[in-house]
């Protein structure tokens, strides 16, 4: 995390009277992510979705429900901080145009979504030389802003 996160997290812990060793996931979205964490902080967008294989190949841990993400730009400044609520893996063809709806992107619509996550996965997991498909398990986040 660089100087400007964390004196934000520290801030953050402050006022919310959390120990500042409280683990957070500092982050930014993957397409547009200055619009995206604008969506974030003004409550438009509580869910995202990524694919369970990216965090295979990337060694990376799951998000845990409980967790606190702090959610930066394309700068990766600080703008906001969440706290996950739901955490689900799912094959991609059975996300639920609710969780879409969640997402806040373009017009809200489920076909939207679909089109665009299908594009983009399609490049992340090309990215690794691997293919996606509807069957391709995807981890399905419900988050709320704190701050």
């Known amino acids: 995390m660089n100087t400007v996160s964390q004196e934000f997290w520290t801030e953050f812990c402050q ?3 959390l120990a500042p060793e409280t683990k957070v996931s500092a982050w930014s979205f993957g397409t547009d992510a200055d619009h995206l964490a604008d969506l974030v902080k003004k409550g438009i967008k509580t869910a995202t979705t990524s694919g369970f294989e990216l965090y295979v190949f ?3 841990p799951l998000p845990q429900v ?5 959610i930066l730009d394309s700068h990766d400044q600080p703008v906001c901080v969440t706290q996950t609520e739901v955490v689900e893996v799912v094959p991609f063809k059975y996300i639920s145009a609710e969780h879409a709806y969640h997402e ?9 979504w679909h089109r665009v996550h299908v594009d983009f996965f399609t490049q992340e997991y090309a990215d690794y030389r691997a293919t996606f498909t509807p069957e391709s398990k995807c981890v399905c986040e419900v988050f709320t802003v704190i701050d």
């Open 58 to 60: 990337d060694q990376e």
């Open 104 to 112: 806040g992107e373009g017009d809200r619509s489920y076909d939207y």
């Open 15 to 17: 006022k919310h009277q």
């Open 66 to 70: 409980g967790e606190y993400n702090l």
